[in-house]
């Protein structure tokens, strides 16, 4: 591995092979997180990273264009095909840019839009006051039921009527159940507004088909093709065609400049490995072992938030233990399990300390662990938890988390 790089720069090389072998080491429980095919990290550090082109097939504006276009039209003829789309903008660098093209393909600054509380599962481009979000377009907020701790609904709709938005956006990156894209899309439609589904972290499920699909109910989807898609670094978007012309010219020129070829293809490689039954298996278990491990974790004492999983995340309350967030997390990662802390629904901690943790279990599926290997999670963070400061638990702790790591 990387043996050019060895010889001309040792110095980073040691960097890139000690966190290799930190993520060989440790059982990487981190919701958004996953191990990509080889084909992903050939691509993505192929020589299609030499090429400048803008623009889209057809409509390019640099030369030696040809072979880039076969490409680009085969990305997005997969993602249109994965996920039944009408149209595909494969372009987008992250997930946060796929939600600012979309917002710049339909909104102008201070446009009315809600969004799912920050605190309460959304995401940072969903309206927060530091990210350009929340600066440029005047977001309100909605959340959940404090007693169900699922999406108000209700309120949602109260909400919307009031307020009157020119968007309704919904999707999560710490929700641990189904959300009901049908319903929001019919209060975005009673009250004109438009609909986007930020579908980032169940994306994978969604194309396995074992996560209600988005795509039927909005006007607009965007994606990572990372988290549960376990393929590259990047996002997407997905339009109904009638917002098709405008949804590129906000990628391009709009937002972005030229396109990251390597990243493009690993895109498309993305799109052609989620069609496979071997990953829809993989997907299918991955919610099993959330589940399972949630399971275990409620009968070692631990409070699942909304009391279980649809999906390949937990949202475990450690009030009942006695801990917060961020004295579980670093004890985890001490002793070699990657998780991170995490508001909880109505948390009375601030951000940097919570009540929660979110754990994931997508990365470790792909590396073939199972309801066995879950149980001893299970056991490994019980473990930890009751025995925060016991240095010498810890380190026989570390060993386990290390021996179960390396079978796997
Ligand atoms: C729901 C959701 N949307 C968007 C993003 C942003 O993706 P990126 O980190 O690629 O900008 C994330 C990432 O965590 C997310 O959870």
């Given at each position: 591995?990387l ?9 980073l ?10 993520q060989?080491?440790?059982l990487?429980?981190?919701?958004s997180?996953?191990?990509?095919p ?32 076969k ?12 996920f ?13 840019q796929?939600?600012q ?5 339909i ?15 959304g995401?940072?481009?969903h309206?927060?006051k ?5 600066k ?5 907020s ?6 169900t ?6 309120e949602?709709e ?6 009157m ?16 894209y049908e ?10 507004a438009y609909?986007?589904v930020?579908?980032?972290?169940v ?13 039927p ?15 590259a ?6 339009c109904?065609e009638?917002?098709a012309?405008?949804?590129d ?20 490689f993305?799109?052609k ?6 990953f ?6 991955v919610?099993?072992n959330s589940?399972?491990?949630?399971k ?9 938030v909304?009391?279980?999983?649809d ?20 004890a985890?990662?001490?002793v ?11 948390d ?9 943790i979110?754990i ?11 309801e ?5 999670i ?17 380190e ?13």
């Open positions: 591995m043996e050019t790089l060895k010889n001309s720069d040792s110095k090389y040691d960097i890139v092979i000690e966190e290799y072998n930190r060989q080491n440790s990487e429980m981190i919701a997180e996953s191990f990509v080889r084909e992903i990290l050939e691509l993505q550090g192929s020589i299609l990273t030499n090429k400048t082109m803008e623009g889209f097939p057809g409509r390019r504006y640099h030369s030696g264009y040809e072979v880039i276009d490409m680009e039209t085969l990305a997005i003829e997969r993602a249109k095909e994965l039944g789309a009408q149209h595909a903008n494969i372009q987008p660098h992250s997930g946060s796929a939600n093209c979309v917002y710049a393909s909104l102008n600054p201070q446009n009315k839009v809600m969004g799912l509380r920050l605190d309460q599962g995401h940072l481009t309206g927060s530091v990210n350009f979000s929340g440029i377009y005047n977001f309100m909605y959340g959940l039921n404090k007693e701790e699922l999406i108000d609904y209700e949602l109260k909400l919307a009527k009031e307020f938005p020119k968007l309704i956006v919904t999707g999560a990156s710490s929700y641990p159940r189904f959300i009901d319903r929001i899309g019919y209060i975005a439609k009673s009250v004109n609909f986007l930020d579908m980032a972290h994306a994978g499920l969604v194309a396995a088909g074992i996560h209600p699909s988005p795509v109910h909005a006007d607009f989807v965007t994606s990572t093709t990372t988290k549960t898609l376990a393929g670094r990047g996002g997407f978007v997905l109904k009638e917002f012309k405008s949804l010219k906000a990628v391009f020129p709009g937002v972005q400049g030229s396109c990251h070829l390597h990243t493009m293809a690993a895109k498309a993305t799109f490995n989620a069609m496979t039954n071997e829809k298996k993989t997907m299918k278990q919610v099993k589940k399972h491990l949630g275990q974790l409620s009968n070692k004492g631990f409070r699942l909304t009391g279980g999983t999906n390949h995340l937990l949202l475990v309350d450690l009030r009942p233990k006695g801990l917060t967030g961020a004295d579980l997390d670093n985890l990662s001490s070699g399990i990657t998780v991170n802390k995490n508001m909880i629904p109505y009375p901690q601030k951000p940097m300390i919570t009540s929660g979110r994931g279990t997508t990365a470790m599926t792909i590396k073939g662990m199972k066995a290997q879950m149980d001893q299970a056991d490994l963070i019980n473990k930890v938890a009751d025995n925060i400061n016991n240095k010498e638990m810890l026989q702790v570390k060993i386990q988390v290390q021996s179960l790591a390396m079978d796997n």
